[in-house]
């Protein structure tokens, strides 16, 4: 796994928390929905219980892989934000903190910097940082979250 990769792990689980939040947001419409159907009165076959299990059982699976995937996830951020500052050169700590821990355009980090050539700060200080990561945090000494590891699969 590359720098660029190890650090780009925090917008991953991001991205994936997102995802699983809007599948339970579903899953409850789904539910709701079934429930009117079934009010005294209401027609169909098969009982509320029975139409109702499968999206709440879902929603409690989502729930939980969610919690996990929080919990690694600021284990992560806490571990990847330690590594970073542990680079004396406070230039390379800003941009790799801005652009990996808060997930900050490029234009923001140049900016943050105090730099006006958003290609040169990308191109040039991005990839000296990431040398300068790699130098201080060797590979087998980083922290993947346990979901994102493939020999836990």
């Known amino acids: 796994m590359t720098v660029k990769e190890y650090l780009e792990i925090a917008t991953g689980i991001d991205k994936r928390i997102a995802s699983l939040t809007d599948r339970i ?27 109702l299990s499968a999206p709440v059982e879902e929603m409690v699976d989502s729930e939980s ?3 996990q995937i929080r919990n690694e996830f600021i284990e992560f951020r806490d571990r990847a934000e330690r590594e ?19 997930g900050n355009p490029w234009g923001t980090v140049t900016d943050k910097l105090g730099y006006s050539d958003e290609k040169y700060v990308r ?7 990431l040398a300068e990561f790699d130098r201080i945090t060797p590979e087998n000494t980083r ?10 699969v």
């Open 143 to 152: 922290f993947v979250p346990s979901i994102l590891r493939t020999d836990s």
């Open 65 to 67: 892989e969610i919690r």
């Open 84 to 102: 970073i500052q542990r680079i004396p050169n406070n230039i390379y700590a800003t941009l790799l903190e801005e652009k990996y821990i808060k």
């Open 123 to 129: 191109e040039v200080l991005h990839s000296r940082a």
């Open 25 to 51: 947001e579903m899953l409850r419409t789904r539910a709701e929905s079934i429930t009117p159907a079934y009010a005294p009165g209401g027609s169909g076959g098969g009982t509320p219980k029975d139409k």
